[in-house]
């Protein structure tokens, strides 16, 4: 049980372009998602806080309007970079709680902005 | 805000050897969570442990909460241990998890 996958594993994208990353819990209902940023070689940063049906919470110095975040239901959250650009390259992970304290991740989505 | 240290930050053993990977964190905490990130980037729960003791197969971890440290232990380290290890804990009066440093851990055959 609790499981959480992501799509996609990778994408390519050109710089000024947008992408779209979804967070599914597969087997739970999750009542909140988080979403993370791993550059190499360091550790897992948060990034923001979504409850289903509410407006994510953005931790300090994450563009709100760069980052969109939305939990459509207790099963899926999407993460959408806008206007990429080749500093955003990152590997994004996100993550789910259900009823309990414990969080279960995702595989990651690895992000290049050519 | 609270902090989240580990150590070693790096540990190269050879396969069947033991290891003992520490995580300090600076204020009293309610949740602390063990994790495995494998060569690939998946991160695998190992323990959800915020105090005493537990064991899975060759893997056990303790938390002492009073005193602020959790110790992961592996016996018979197999090359499929091999990744960074992550603990973390979450940020005050929140279920935001803060994570450690990180223990980069290399097993050779």
């Known amino acids: 049980g609790a499981v959480v996958s992501q799509h996609p594993s990778w994408v390519i994208c050109k710089s000024g372009t947008s992408v779209k990353i979804e967070c599914r819990s597969l087997?739970?209902?999750?009542?909140?998602m988080f979403w993370y940023r791993q550059f190499p070689k360091q550790s897992l940063m948060l990034m923001a806080t979504?409850?289903?049906?509410?407006?994510?919470?953005?931790e300090q110095g994450v563009e709100k309007d760069k980052f969109l975040i939305n939990h459509a239901s207790l099963t899926l959250s999407t993460l959408t970079v806008t206007s990429a650009h080749p500093e955003d390259s990152s590997f994004y992970i996100c993550?789910?709680?259900?009823?309990?304290?414990?969080?279960?991740f995702g595989p990651g989505t690895r992000l290049t902005v050519t | 805000g609270i902090q989240v240290e580990q150590s070693p930050p790096d540990l190269i053993l050879q396969e069947g050897a033991n290891s003992t990977l520490r995580c300090n964190f600076s204020?009293?905490?309610?949740?602390l969570q063990w994790f495995h990130q494998n060569p690939w980037g998946q991160l695998i729960n190992l323990f959800y442990?915020?105090?005493g003791t537990k064991q899975n197969g060759r893997l056990s971890a303790t938390t002492v909460a009073t005193e602020r440290y959790s110790l992961l232990y592996i016996s018979s380290s197999q090359t499929t241990d091999s990744g960074v290890y992550f603990c973390?804990?979450?940020?005050?009066?929140?279920?935001?998890?803060?994570f450690g440093t990180g223990t980069r851990l290399q097993i050779f055959p």
């Open positions: 993550s789910a709680r259900g009823q309990g304290l414990e969080q279960y």
């Open positions: 087997d739970f209902q999750a009542t909140t």
């Open positions: 979504s409850n289903e049906g509410s407006k994510a919470t953005y």
């Open positions: 204020d009293s905490v309610n949740n």
């Open positions: 442990i915020p105090s």
């Open positions: 973390a804990v979450p940020r005050e009066n929140t279920d935001k998890l803060i």
